[in-house]
């Protein structure tokens, strides 16, 4: 096989203004949010329809070519990192949307931003439930592939719990729906949920449909002051044992506060802080939860806690989460965000293992998280690209390996990738399951035969 014989077959397949092997866009794609590993691929192909994928899929099947489907590249883990000779397929173009109001579904391509469906779905008073902090650049694809979750997840769970249907190229270019814009569908297998979070290594999603709830009309924010995490952690696990249900219950340590502080000039209480959304289809009542949230939040050790409905007061009191990694990125030569997800009780435990590892290897190490549904971040901040091997990595082992010891999981929503999958077995042995990975890797075998789709990472 020549490798001018396939450009020229994607060409004639796609229209050559869609293929690009230009080495200045190929190096361009080189790059993604994980830091660690760059490749160049032997092409970048821009999707523009479903048909698009099917004749992409078929040519790379034949010739045996690997293929990378991409969104945006905000996959932390390396998920969409190119493999060397490959195809990166991006689906951004497909960027369709179609808010069914009266079925209470939305319909989106694979290459729709996450924050544009959720605008979409506000012109009818409705919202998507899931919402990722890169909503704006994380495409739906990305989304559905990582299984991503975001601030809402304490409520409202993640992609798979959103998803209702999708549809999906497989190599070889079969086109295949599962589920559909239905509530419920009792008809066997449920092939679709294995497709979310396969991370582009069974086929292309190409569209999906989801569940749509109905946009918050009125929502305050409670922010409360901890000097101890423990004191923050109980205060999470009161909200919920009182039946509250919150938008949103986020975390952050005084470690991540005092950087916020230093890099952009804040004046927050350099504590740790937990920042609790209430909503209310009656106004009314908005404020009398919200002082009961706080009271909350006060019994259970907060050393200060203050409330609003302003919303341009409500985002001021967000940007320190808002702004976490950003000024991580921002303040050293190299950063990285981990992933962890435990049961609530053990964040006390979490956030203690992070200083000892931290202290151990010398390095910063700050904390934020979705603390409403046990899912944490710990940031990573180091001064030079060398420590990630002889630092950092070791020292995320033990903190993202920790976590199975206190019966969570080494990741809440990112995914593994090529970063996770030492841990991922790891957490298969600690359980018991090694055998999980030779499931999943039969189950891959079936979709791929070939091994053509995003080799190298989860189950490769
Ligand atoms: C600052 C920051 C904040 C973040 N916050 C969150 C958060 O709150 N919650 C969260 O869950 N994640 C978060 N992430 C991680 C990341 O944004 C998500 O994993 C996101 O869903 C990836 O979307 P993407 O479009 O960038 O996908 P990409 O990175 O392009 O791809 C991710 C994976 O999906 C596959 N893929 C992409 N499109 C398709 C498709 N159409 N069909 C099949 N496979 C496909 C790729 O091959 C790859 O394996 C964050 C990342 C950053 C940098």
Not at 247 to 271: H, Q, R, S
């Amino acid at each position: 096989m020549g490798v001018e014989e396939v450009i020229s077959k994607l060409k004639e397949a796609v229209g050559s203004e869609n293929v690009i092997t230009d080495p200045e866009e190929l190096y361009v794609y080189s790059f993604t949010a994980y830091a660690v590993v760059r490749e160049e691929p032997l092409a970048i192909v821009k999707a523009k329809s479903t048909e698009d994928v099917v004749k992409v899929l078929k040519i790379a099947n034949d010739y045996v070519i690997p293929v990378v489907p991409r969104g945006s590249g905000t996959s932390v883990i390396g998920a969409s990192t190119p493999v060397k000779g490959s195809i990166v397929l991006d689906l951004r173009p497909m960027r369709k949307i179609r808010v069914d109001v009266a079925n209470g579904v939305v319909e989106a391509e694979a290459g729709a931003y996450v924050d544009e469906v959720d605008r979409e779905c506000r012109k009818y008073g409705f919202m998507f439930p899931v919402d990722p902090a890169s909503a704006e650049a994380a495409t739906i694809g990305g989304a559905l592939a990582m299984d991503g979750g975001g601030m809402r997840g304490a409520r409202y769970g993640t992609m798979r719990h959103v998803t209702l249907g999708i549809e999906v190229v497989l190599p070889g270019g079969q086109v295949i729906t599962l589920g559909g814009p239905v509530y419920k569908q009792a008809t066997g297998y449920d092939l679709m949920h294995i497709f979310i979070g396969s991370e582009g290594t069974l086929g292309v999603i190409t569209r999906g449909w989801f569940k749509i709830v109905p946009a918050p009309k009125s929502v305050g924010r409670v922010v409360a002051y901890f000097d101890n995490v423990e004191d923050a952690a109980k205060g999470v696990y009161e909200i919920r044992r009182r039946g509250f249900t919150p938008l949103i219950i986020e975390f952050m340590d005084d470690i991540v506060v005092k950087l916020a502080n230093k890099v952009k000039g804040l004046n927050f209480p350099e504590k740790n802080m937990v920042i609790v959304d209430i909503d209310s289809p009656k106004p009314e009542i908005l404020n009398s939860m919200l002082n009961e949230v706080a009271e909350v939040l006060k019994a259970s050790g907060a050393v200060l806690v203050q409330f609003t409905t302003d919303p341009d007061e409500m985002a001021k009191l967000y940007t320190v989460r808002k702004q976490a990694y950003p000024i991580f990125a921002a303040t050293f030569p190299f950063s990285f965000m981990g992933d962890l997800s435990v049961p609530l009780s053990a964040l006390p435990a979490v956030v203690k293992k992070v200083r000892e590892v931290s202290a151990k290897y010398g390095i910063t190490i700050g904390l934020i998280g979705h603390a409403g549904d046990g899912n944490l971040h710990p940031l990573v901040g180091l001064e030079s690209r060398d420590e990630w091997w002889s630092k950092a990595r070791p020292a995320l082992v033990e903190i993202e390996g920790y976590s199975i010891e206190l019966g969570g999981t080494i990741s809440g929503e990112h995914g593994i990738g090529i970063e996770r999958k030492d841990l991922l077995i790891k957490e298969l042995r600690a359980r018991r399951s090694e055998a999980v990975l030779e499931y999943m890797r039969q189950i891959k075998k079936i979709f791929d035969p070939k091994g053509i789709m995003n080799p190298g990472k989860l189950v490769d």
